[in-house]
């Protein structure tokens, strides 16, 4: 039993941060990847940025490239995903997903078995 629990989410202006957290509660010593998706109204959701748990290999959708950090602290398999440079196109509600599927990828929702309720952010400009 595993279960995901975000939160950091919150109203911000364009151009500010946000860090956001997922804690993961129950076993977890066989997590392959954790990863962060997001869906604003309208659109579909998204790949925003994953971790290989293993190896520390990372993926982020280009839209967020170079202004938003994925990482995983062991210790407690606490995920975060560090947002900078904020621009009212990454308001959206925010997932934070667990796989334990070797053969899967981390950057494909169909990959993922566990998920979180979602944390709203939203930028204004």
């Known amino acids: 039993q595993v279960h995901l629990v975000e939160s950091g989410g919150g109203s911000m202006q364009a151009g500010g941060s946000l860090r956001l957290s997922c804690a993961g509660s129950?076993?977890?010593?066989?997590?392959?990847?954790m990863g962060w998706f997001r869906q604003a109204p309208g659109k579909e959701r998204e790949p925003v940025a994953c971790i290989y748990i293993r190896t520390g290999d990372t993926y982020y959708v280009d839209s967020v490239e170079g202004r938003f950090t994925v990482a995983h602290d062991r210790a407690d398999n606490t995920l975060y995903l560090l947002m900078n440079s904020l621009t009212p196109g990454d308001t959206a509600v925010y997932y934070c997903?667990?796989?334990?599927?070797?053969?899967?990828?981390?950057?494909?929702?169909?990959?993922?078995?566990?998920w979180g309720q979602g944390t709203q952010v939203t930028v204004s400009s």
């Open positions: 997903a667990q796989g334990f599927e070797p053969a899967g990828y981390c950057s494909r929702a169909e990959s993922y078995t566990d």
């Open positions: 129950g076993y977890t010593s066989s997590t392959v990847y």
